[in-house]
């Protein structure tokens, strides 16, 4: 019935045959300096265009919450139909999507929250608990401590940008985890950082997780004591730590290199793991989550009914988002073909040349 009633609506369309191909899509993505938004966007063209779509205002706000609301704005002027908004500062957009509202604009918050906001119809994300739990379990099973292992280990905490909803999952999903391990004395945080206020990085940059942890190095382990793990929630920061780390010493065989999680499989970090230095990965299949929106965006295009698996975890501060959770993926030196094998990554391309056979 509710398809009869979507159709029924597009009678009015401009073009009969291809109602979808007339509809503008805005695609609202954060940044270019992670390479996982460029993947997540192409990835929703592709099945947009699947779909029929092929109007699309794409823009970057390159980290800057106040373009991303002028983008949002223009998008709005321009006639777009259907808002893909993947947030800087998740919190920043609640005037501009109440323009949309009012324009009868339909909004999907993609993989990040967009918070304190009515005006969002829902929002396809992976299960970022999960992403937490995977990094803390990796950590918890390598050093031994599920199996016995007493310690105790010395361990830094890293987390993802304060303004970006995720991060505050990711930590969660992981603290819980090693919290018990914390309590016993087995792991030993001697910075005493916790939480995001103080382990964030602020926009993810990899640079300012580099100095943090050289400043750590500095004023925690000096007097000769070793880091064993440091738990890193996304591969852009990942490759900082290990960076400050070598520059430090370690990477050699009488001072390896601390466990190093994070989170995205993405080239330098798989090439990283391939090469024994980062140790993890959680494994993201972006081509899942631009399925998705891509059907979110046909569903509130056409008023049919909107793919959602989660209707109670995803709170923005008004209203519990309606949505979709993918699921996550663990990757180290034992799997990482997975990436390949799936079509993830081909390794056909250069920059796998030499690296993966
Ligand atoms: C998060 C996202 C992660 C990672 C990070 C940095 O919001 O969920 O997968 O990409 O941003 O870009």
């Known amino acids: 019935l509710l398809v009869f009633a979507g159709c029924a609506k597009q009678a009015d369309a401009p073009a009969a045959d291809g109602q979808t191909s007339d509809v503008l899509i805005g695609i609202s ?17 592709d099945f947009l265009r699947e779909l029929g779509y092929t109007k699309f205002d794409e823009q970057w706000a390159e980290d800057v919450p106040a373009t991303q609301v002028n983008q949002i704005e223009n998008m709005i002027t321009k006639g777009a139909k259907v808002l893909v908004v993947a947030s800087v500062d998740g919190g920043a ?5 109440a ?10 918050a993609y993989d990040r929250l967009l918070m304190n906001t009515p005006d969002v119809d829902c929002y396809v994300t992976f299960d970022n608990t999960k992403v ?3 990094e803390a379990k990796y950590i918890i099973e390598k050093l031994g401590l599920d199996t016995g292992a007493e310690g105790p280990f010395n361990l830094e905490i890293f987390c993802g940008s304060p303004d970006d909803n995720n991060s505050y999952y990711f930590y969660d999903g992981a603290i819980a985890l090693l919290q018990p391990y914390i309590d016993e004395g087995k792991i030993v945080v001697k910075s005493g950082q916790f939480g995001i206020e103080q382990c964030g990085i602020q926009n993810w940059d990899g640079a300012v997780a580099q100095t943090r942890m050289d400043n ?18 996304y591969d852009g920061l990942s490759i900082g730590v290990i960076s400050s780390l070598k520059n430090a010493g370690y990477g050699t065989a009488d001072r390896p290199l601390p466990i ?9 970090s798989v090439k990283s793991i391939i090469a024994g230095e980062q140790a993890q990965t959680v494994w993201k299949d972006f081509r899942k989550p631009a399925e998705i929106c891509a059907q979110m965006v046909d569903a509130l295009v056409k008023g049919t009914e909107i793919p959602v698996n989660d209707t109670t975890t995803y709170d923005n501060g008004v209203k519990v988002v309606p949505a979709y959770l993918c699921e996550v993926d663990n990757i180290d030196a034992s799997n990482y073909m997975k990436l390949f094998e799936s079509g993830f990554y081909d390794k056909a391309d250069d920059t796998w040349a030499g690296i993966v056979e």
């Open 29 to 45: 993505m954060p940044t270019h300096s992670d390479e996982s938004w460029l993947r997540h966007c192409e990835f929703t063209k």
């Open 93 to 97: 957009l609640t005037e501009v999507l």
């Open 99 to 108: 323009k949309a509202a009012k324009q009868g604009v339909k909004v999907i």
């Open 132 to 134: 937490g739990e995977a």
């Open 216 to 233: 750590l190095i500095t004023a925690y382990y000096s007097d000769g004591s070793t880091l064993d793990a440091v738990l890193v929630p």
């Open 260 to 268: 190093v999680t994070g989170q995205d499989a993405e080239v330098a």
